[in-house]
């Protein structure tokens, strides 16, 4: 009998791997409701949906292995992250999809988030003062207009699967909608600067290196808190404090 195995699990959703099949449970039914809608719409490689009984997502693996994960040593070769770049700007150039995504917030909105997320870093003893000033500074070039593109809105390097030197599939699209495509570039390369030309060269295209910093920066801000209070460790070796860190 195969083994379950707790992906991850927090208050607000779990994933289990049960064989080759994963379980997502989610009480937000509109979130499962969102990433069956963007999967069938992502012109990049996805999982297939098994079947669907809300609250639980089933959905097949996918072949490789991901390119890694925040905190840990990355994998794949160059070629490797740059056909992960490739992928994004296909998707990032796909038809937009009907709703807003994680990475669609309006800057007022964002800006206003972040503000009170840096008062409570400070006030609660969380991060020292410098750090978060710096780093609100920092995060303050991603506050600006930005062309809407299809956005899968979580796409940590964990989300992106790899046979070889090709994108085997792509997961996790609750968060997915329109957004801004570098809010996606930021993400995917958040604790590993040193494939970011990588990504660059895959993606094609000049991306303005300071917005990326800055959404590294803002992205890490307002995570630390909320991984704390879910039972993560912000803290850990290269995830999202050693970032912040990076900017001083």
Not at 5 to 34: M, Y
Not at 59 to 78: D, K, M, V, Y
Request: aromatic share 6%; glycine share 8%.
């Amino acid at each position: 009998m195969d083994e379950v195995e707790v992906v991850v699990a927090h208050s607000e959703r779990a994933t289990l791997r049960v064989g080759d099949v994963f379980l997502k449970v989610d009480a937000d039914h509109s979130r499962i409701d969102a990433e069956v809608e963007a999967m069938s719409l992502a012109p990049v490689p996805t999982p297939e949906v098994l079947w669907r009984k809300p609250p639980v997502l089933a959905i097949a693996a996918l072949p490789g292995t991901t390119l890694g994960r925040l905190g840990g040593p990355s994998t794949g070769s160059p070629a490797a992250w740059a056909a992960a770049g490739a992928a994004i700007r296909k998707l990032h150039e796909a038809p937009l999809p009907p709703r807003p995504g994680r990475a669609g917030r309006s800057v007022v909105a964002l800006a206003a988030e972040l503000d009170g997320e840096c008062e409570l870093l400070v006030t609660n003893g969380l991060l020292p003062a410098d750090l978060v000033t710096r780093n609100r500074q920092v995060a303050e070039a991603a506050l600006r207009p930005w062309t809407p593109a299809f956005t899968h809105g979580d796409l940590q390097i964990a989300h992106v699967f790899v046979d070889g030197d090709e994108v085997t599939g792509i997961i996790d699209w609750s968060e997915a909608g329109q957004g801004d495509a570098l809010y996606d570039l930021a993400t995917f390369t958040l604790g590993h600067e040193e494939h970011l030309d990588d990504v660059i060269a895959g993606y094609g295209t000049d991306i303005d290196l300071d917005v990326i910093h800055a959404w590294w920066s803002l992205r890490s801000l307002l995570a630390v808190r909320w991984l704390i209070e879910h039972g993560f460790d912000p803290f850990a070796p290269g995830c999202e404090v050693d970032v912040l860190r990076s900017r001083m």
